[in-house]
C-alpha cells in the first residue's frame, strides 16, 4: 500500500513541476497522509527525525515553501513569527488556540464576508484569511 500511495505523491509532486527527489517524497508523505493538517517548520522536522527520514530544518523550510509555491500547501502568519503550512489549500478559515499554538479549519459556509475594499489599481484579492483567536474562558 505504501508503493500506491509514493506513486501517487510522486505523480503530485512531477504536475506540480517539481522533481520528486528521496526528501521530497518523504516529506510529502509526513505531510500529507494523515489529512488535513496545519504544521510549523520545526513540527514536521521533529516527525521526520522521530520516522528517520535524514533531513535538516533547512531542507525542511526549503522544501515546504518549494511545496507552496507549487501550490499544494498554503501558508498561514499566526502569533508573530510562527508560520504554519496548511494542507488544505481550499478556501476557508481558522481558529487559532492562543497559548496551545494550535489551528482548527472553520469551514467556509460559516463566514460571509461582504464590503471588501476596491484593490489598487492592477491588483487583485487573492484570497480573504479570517483568523479567529480563542482562549479558555476566564472563571468569575
Not at 476557508?92 to 484593490?119: A, K, M
Request: charged content about 25%; aromatic content about 4%; proline content about 5%.
Amino acid at each position: 500500500m505504501a508503493h500506491a500511495r509514493e506513486v501517487t505523491i510522486e505523480a503530485r509532486l512531477r504536475d506540480c513541476g517539481l522533481r520528486p527527489t528521496r526528501q521530497r517524497i518523504a516529506l510529502a508523505d509526513l505531510l500529507f497522509a494523515k489529512g488535513d493538517r496545519h504544521l510549523t517548520v520545526e513540527e514536521l522536522h521533529e516527525e521526520a527525525v522521530n520516522a528517520g527520514v535524514p533531513v535538516s530544518l533547512a531542507t525542511v523550510y526549503n522544501t515546504l515553501h518549494q511545496f507552496t509555491e507549487a501550490g499544494l500547501l498554503r501558508v498561514l502568519a499566526m502569533e508573530g513569527s510562527r508560520t504554519y503550512f496548511d494542507t488544505n489549500i481550499s478556501d476557508h478559515h481558522h481558529f487559532f488556540v492562543e497559548g496551545e499554538n494550535e489551528v482548527l479549519d472553520i469551514p467556509l459556509s460559516s463566514i460571509e464576508i461582504g464590503n471588501l475594499p476596491e484593490p489598487p489599481e492592477g491588483m487583485e484579492i487573492a484570497h480573504v484569511d479570517v483568523i479567529i483567536r480563542l482562549r479558555p474562558k476566564k472563571s468569575r
